[in-house]
């Protein structure tokens, strides 16, 4: 089992800045793909980034490429989320998760794991 817990959210303007993170527990966090998703109100969860376990190569969703930026450090057994440029569009609860399987897992349902949720709010 890994347990996922986010932390890092709150309010920010238009264009600011805002780092999120996940610690996980366990011993195997240099095992996992890491990815964040987010999930607006009355929208489904959707994928914003990866970042893979062998060579920390990494993937974004379109609407976030060039302004967020996924990393990890396995000595922490943390994955961060930096996003800048933040826009009121980004507006939702974040989600950490992680996962063995794939090779660039980017779906839902590639995830085995997820944390709880921080809430990230971009006033205009």
């Known amino acids: 089992q890994v347990q996922l817990v986010e932390s890092g959210g709150g309010l920010v303007q238009a264009g600011g800045s805002l780092n999120v993170s996940c610690a996980a527990s366990?011993?195997?966090?240099?095992?996992?793909?890491m990815g964040w998703f987010r999930q607006a109100p009355g929208k489904e969860r959707e994928f914003v980034a990866t970042i893979r376990r062998s060579d920390d190569s990494t993937y974004y969703a379109s609407s976030v490429k060039g302004r967020f930026t996924i990393s990890r450090d396995n000595a922490k057994n943390t994955v961060y989320l930096q996003m800048n440029n933040l826009k009121p569009e980004d507006t939702a609860v974040y989600y950490c998760?992680?996962?063995?399987?794939?090779?660039?897992?980017?779906?839902?349902?590639?995830?085995?794991?997820w944390g709880q949720g921080t809430h990230v709010t971009v006033s205009s």
């Open positions: 366990g011993r195997t966090f240099s095992s996992y793909h």
């Open positions: 998760a992680s996962t063995g399987r794939g090779i660039m897992p980017s779906q839902v349902y590639d995830y085995d794991y």
